[in-house]
């Protein structure tokens, strides 16, 4: 754990050194990143100056989980989404995956984490200052349970987004081609970030019990604001949790089946 | 020259369909993205109690929305396309040099094939979601009308072309332009009208907007399908949009021609 989490700390060095080779590339990223972030902001505003609420959801609830789905999603995209995504089946394309599996670590950790975004990791950082300032206008007396439980559901939408990534990108080991697949992924992920109570009947359901995206974002937003029963809560774990094991044999079968392809 | 420029086109095309699956999945993903727009701006409606907010009425924002995103995810997609900045970073515009045609050409047209492939298949996709909302959407279909909504996107077309160009252009000068050209698209995107007709900004966002080339990407032609614009507006706008592609065609002329002195080299 230990040789892990300092192989960890030492992929983040390499990643911002890589990244900042392009010195003016990176700051300019950074912005661009930040200035999407705040015009999806001013989408926001604009809808919400012709309505007071959004279903159930007022402006300051919306920006909450605004905040929540993109804290979530920048944490995927700095670590796991783009490794798995498109780096993993690059690598088993060209049979490079090989010098990986000589390695004296996990081969799943490697294939999660060889490359540390640090871009998203600076631009990540105005998001928390976009989620402090959704709690300052909510002016709800959050205790500390809601509080904890926020954060385990944050943890929660990790697992959940991690091991359908997984599963994915595990595809490649039989395709070779994943990335496609993987990006519409990436664009359906994107209900996280507007209430489900857009959608009505058969697609609120959907979204909810067979593909949860209402995990990403909606269910901790409502658990930070007192709105989430402890029936959902156990469900939304449980959820995770058995995809994650699901994704994982998934990963170790598909491992078993890859043979290189490289010279 | 003709022969030249079509053989370019149909080769870039053939390119691209060898890519086949990669691109229907590509359009799955932006049809679904619009598709969860579209029932955002339904919730939206729902929400209001109102038959019409900023000027659009249910039917005609589900078209705007469909016809924006067909506009954006597929005909406006150079942005994406590192084509001109690699040759210049890896070298490889030495070969393209000696050529007996102008690698300007050939990128103009490979965009242009590039984006004739993906609004093809686009169209065929929205199709499909247009029959399903078929309800919901306003058909045009005077000619004169259409006429002069193909006039705005073969604009949107070029112009875009060019200020997406003149941005890879600085390859000349610097090391990387990606950081440019996504900057630029997230802009063009929500100052363009992409995600949402522009009468919706604040009135102080919407003269900014109005400053820039982008208006005439999505807003301009969509508003022209809608019939939500004036004769004399759209003529206006018509004119703008020449005054913007000529410029934007200088820019480039001055920035290849500067940048063509500072080129250099290396191989084997």
Redesign the interface.
Known sequence: MKRHLRLFMLLCKIGLMRQMA?R??????V??KV??MA?LL??FQ??F???????QWTFDQVLLLFATFHLVDYVMSITFQRNLSFHLPALIQSGNLDSRLTLPVQPLFMASLEHIDMMDFISFLPCLGLLGYALYRLDVAFTWLHALMYGLLIVNALVFLFAVVLIIATTSFWTT?S???A??F???T??GR?PL???EGF?KFFFIYVLPLALISQVPSQALLGALSPGFLLYAVACSGLLAVIAIRFWRTGLNNYSSTSS | MMRTALLIFRLALMERAAYRVNFMLQICGGILSILIVVFLWLAVYRSSGRSELGGYTLPEMITYLLGAGLINSFLLTTAENPETSQAIQDGSLSNLLVQPFSPYGLWLFRDLAGKAFLGAIGLAGYTVLAVLLNEKLVLALEPFRLALFGAALAAAVLLQFLVFQSLSLLAFWVENTYGFRFTMRVIMEVAGGAIIPLSFFPAWVQKVFALLPFTYFVYFPMRIYLNKIEPDEILSGLIRAAAWTAGLAGLNAVLWKRGLRRYTAMGD
């Open positions: 392009y003016p590339h990176f700051f300019l990223m912005f661009g200035v999407r015009l001013l989408f604009a809808v100056l012709k309505i007071d609420r959004l279903g081609q990335a496609g697949l990006r519409v990436d664009d359906l994107r209900v507007y109570d857009i959608f697609w």
